[in-house]
């Protein structure tokens, strides 16, 4: 996944999602109410979840993970 990313992010198509911005954040929600209700650390996704939601704010969310990597530049 992580080389696939950096491939989408190098040739700056971020188009036809395989996993969409708008999803991931989904799924680091349920993550962080896992967390919470489990009573594991949640530092990373707690840290990863505002840049999703910048994400989608700038207008990325169905744009791949990697547009999240905009936000950097």
């Known amino acids: 996944m992580i080389k696939y990313q950096g491939d989408v992010i190098a040739s700056g198509h971020y ?6 911005v708008d999803i991931c954040a989904s799924a680091m929600k349920l ?9 594991i650390n949640n530092e990373v ?8 939601k910048r994400a989608q704010e700038s207008g990325y969310g169905k744009e791949q993970l990697a547009a999240v990597y905009k936000l950097l530049e």
């Not at 188009?15 to 969409?20: A, G, I, K, M, Q």
């Not at 996704?45 to 999703?52: K, R, S, V, W």
């Open 15 to 20: 188009e036809n999602p395989e996993s969409s």
């Open 31 to 39: 993550i962080m109410r896992h967390a919470a209700e489990s009573g």
């Open 45 to 52: 996704p707690a840290l990863i979840t505002p840049f999703f």
